[in-house]
């Protein structure tokens, strides 16, 4: 939604004009506005309506952290193991 937004937003403008008008965003202060913006409504919408979904957040979250942390010893497993495939040895 927010990427549908933006484009709707820039697509009026001429391409001299994006830079300038994305300029502003990339500030530090935007960018913590925006983020303690974010923050206030996830709580608005989940806390302080006692949702189980933050619970569910957390898991999803934790799963996909540690799928991803996990990743590059799986891949570094799968080509050992396919190298000894190919060359036949330990």
């Known amino acids: 939604m927010a990427l549908r937004q933006f484009y709707n937003e820039i697509r009026g403008l001429k391409v001299k004009d994006v830079p300038g008008y994305i300029k502003p965003m990339l500030s530090k202060d935007f960018i913590k506005t925006k983020v303690t913006q974010a923050l206030d409504d996830y709580n608005a919408k989940y806390i302080q309506t006692s949702s189980i979904q933050p619970l569910n957040h957390i898991v999803y979250g934790g799963l996909l952290f540690s799928y991803l942390a996990a990743l590059p010893e799986e891949r570094r497993h799968l080509e050992h193991e396919k190298h000894k495939k ?5």
């Open 86 to 90: 190919e060359h036949g040895g330990h």
